[in-house]
């Protein structure tokens, strides 16, 4: 298994603990963004810039991808293509996405969408606060568990 992190819009505090991890369990994790990212020096850790554009960081982990892997991104979009890859997507407050929920997250992201466009101003997600980050490194915990066994 190796991690993936849609890393343009991942909040620092979930990288940490990505890195923390991955250093931990030896798992080669890439954060893949269109702006240059500071990581830790790690044979485990790496980052790959592509070029600015709609998705493009997007298609990169896509196609790099192989089933299996673990992708932590917030993009449902995303998430439903590494679903349908063989890929497990992890959203940055812990839910894992999945083939029984990834459908009407998606059905969910385009209301809102169609919302936002006829001018109604949904408003944005909450800030992270500490329970997100707890369900998110318990539920990454789970998965390099059961990866490691």
């Known amino acids: 298994m190796k991690i993936w992190v849609d890393a343009d819009a991942c909040?620092?505090?979930?990288?940490?603990i990505l890195f923390r991890a991955?250093?931990?369990?030896?798992?080669?994790?890439?954060?893949?963004?269109?702006?240059?990212?500071?990581v830790p020096p790690s044979p485990y850790i790496s980052?790959?810039?592509?070029?600015?554009?709609?998705d493009v960081a997007d298609d990169e982990?896509?196609?790099?991808?192989?089933?299996?892997?673990?992708?932590?991104?917030?993009?449902?979009?995303?998430?439903?293509?590494?679903?349908?890859k063989g890929g497990q997507a992890l959203n940055p407050r812990g839910e894992?996405?999945?083939?029984?929920?990834?459908?009407?997250?998606?059905?969910?992201?385009?209301?809102?969408?169609?919302?936002?466009?006829?001018?109604?101003?949904?408003?944005g997600p909450p800030a992270l606060n500490q329970s997100d980050r707890q369900a998110f490194a318990n539920q990454l915990d789970k998965i390099l568990h059961k990866q490691a066994n």
Request: charged share 20%; proline share 2%.
């Open 47 to 54: 980052f790959m810039q592509v070029t600015h554009g709609f």
């Open 96 to 123: 894992l996405y999945t083939f029984e929920n990834i459908k009407a997250r998606l059905t969910m992201r385009d209301f809102m969408d169609s919302l936002r466009s006829s001018g109604v101003n949904t408003g």
């Open 11 to 16: 909040p620092t505090v979930i990288k940490e």
């Open 22 to 38: 991955a250093i931990r369990t030896k798992i080669s994790t890439t954060l893949v963004a269109n702006h240059a990212l500071r």
């Open 61 to 84: 982990i896509v196609t790099r991808l192989n089933a299996g892997d673990l992708v932590v991104t917030a993009d449902i979009p995303l998430a439903a293509e590494v679903i349908e």
